[in-house]
């Protein structure tokens, strides 16, 4: 039976996080657009602000340390927080969800700190020469006794000033396919204090000011084996547990924006006035508003749905893709025309619209292209015909 009531409690975290995003991150804006960073103690009140709030690990499960929330209840709270250019900021970091594959030390020495809000963790996977084709990977960990020797090099990793350590990607050897040999992937937890690990800054990029990507240099980095996460071989399993819930959020995200950008939009209409009437009266105005609210609402259906189905456990990798690919698309068209809509002021920093079209770029590239969501959908509707 279809019920598009929320609950109590989701009421009460949606109101929860609107109010924290309202009064506590919105007011910052400009200055994390102007200065490219944030203040140390205002990431350090907002960061202890969300753990007292629950938010920050509300997407690991009650017996790790986290808030053991559904799907459905985790899009309603990125949704708010999404709403915000801070939200990518340390404040709204929540741990990467393949951190419940932690057992024994790794638990004491790097789960539960980071559950904590102690310690902050990122990800590790992107290669100056292997993108979207993860598995042509060119860092390696070799075995050597009770270590793993790693060399190569990682960029585009969101955070890693902010963090302390890694979730790292390497190959670990090669296994043979009909198509030919494949890499094997494994991942291991990396902290930035280990010898031959350096931190370097990454590009300059067009999108989200204050949240920095970087470039990690591995020379001989020599772990213990007890830091392999996960199985050996297995770390692609890794990545699609965290690649689907991820592509998710940024679908969140995108019609978080969206809703913002469209309500600049819709106020502008309704006050502009120009040739002696509002502006919405024109239906070049008016018919784009109309495909804007409808865009949105699907997205929110599409978003929604995705995420009742990770909750019933239906979920296909195609599902995440399809949400991904057509809100970070939605949002895009949104903000172009939401800019349209206001006209030159559309384009100055005056409204946040240019922000969230410049922000909106990024949604479309990172946690895998439009190209490659569309590559999983097409693939999930050919492989059972054979093809
Ligand atoms: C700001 C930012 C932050 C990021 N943060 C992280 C992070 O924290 N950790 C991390 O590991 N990575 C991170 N990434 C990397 C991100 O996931 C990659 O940029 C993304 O997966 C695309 O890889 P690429 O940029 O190398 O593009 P490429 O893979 O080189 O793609 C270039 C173009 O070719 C197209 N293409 C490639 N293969 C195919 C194909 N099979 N079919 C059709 N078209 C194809 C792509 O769609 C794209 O249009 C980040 C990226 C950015 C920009």
């Not at 020379?219 to 547990?241: A, C, S, Y």
Request: glycine share 8%; proline share 3%; charged share 25%.
């Amino acid at each position: 039976m279809l019920d598009f009531n929320l609950s109590e409690e989701q009421k009460m975290f949606v109101e929860t996080t609107r109010s924290f995003v309202e009064k506590d991150m919105m007011p910052h804006e400009e200055y994390l657009e102007t200065k490219d960073i944030l203040p140390t103690e205002l990431g350090i009140f907002l960061k202890k602000k969300s753990i007292e709030l629950g938010l920050h690990a509300c997407n690991l499960p009650e017996e790790l340390g986290g808030g053991g929330l559904d799907a459905v209840t985790l899009m309603l709270i990125e949704k708010e927080l999404g709403r915000t250019s801070l939200a990518l900021a340390e404040c709204a970091h929540r741990p990467l969800n393949i951190l419940s594959a932690c057992q024994g030390k790794q638990v004491t020495e790097f789960l539960e700190p980071t559950v904590r809000g102690e310690k902050r963790d990122c990800i590790a996977m992107t290669e100056p020469e292997a993108g979207s084709d993860l598995r042509g990977m060119k860092c390696k960990a070799v075995r050597d006794k009770d270590n793993w020797l790693i060399n190569g090099v990682k960029h585009f990793i969101s955070q890693a000033t902010v963090s302390d350590y890694c979730v790292l990607f390497a190959a670990t050897g090669e296994e043979e396919t009909e198509k030919g040999n494949k890499k094997l992937i494994s991942a291991f937890l990396v902290d930035f204090r280990d010898s031959g690990v350096e931190v370097e800054q990454g590009y300059k990029n067009v999108s989200h000011r204050g949240y920095t990507n970087n470039i990690l240099n591995f020379n001989n980095v020599r772990i213990p084996d007890w830091r392999m996460l996960g199985t050996e071989g297995q770390g692609f399993q890794l990545i699609n547990k965290w690649l689907g819930p991820t592509r998710l959020t940024v679908a969140a995200t995108s019609v978080a924006r969206a809703e913002r950008a469209f309500d600049i939009a819709l106020k502008y209409a309704a006050t502009r006035e120009q040739f002696g009437q509002k502006i919405g009266k024109f239906q070049g105005i008016s018919f784009p508003l109309a495909d804007m609210s409808l865009e949105i609402k699907l997205s929110n259906l599409l978003l929604m749905e995705t995420a009742w189905k990770i909750d019933q456990g239906t979920v296909k990798p195609e599902d995440c893709a399809m949400a991904k690919l057509y809100c970070t698309e939605m949002l895009a068209r949104v903000a172009d025309q939401a800019i349209q809509t206001a006209g030159g002021m559309g384009l100055m920093e005056d409204l946040p619209l240019e922000r969230i079209w410049r922000d909106s770029r990024v949604e479309r590239i990172w946690d895998g292209t439009s190209e490659i969501q569309r590559h999983i959908i097409s693939r999930g509707l050919l492989r059972p015909l054979g093809a």
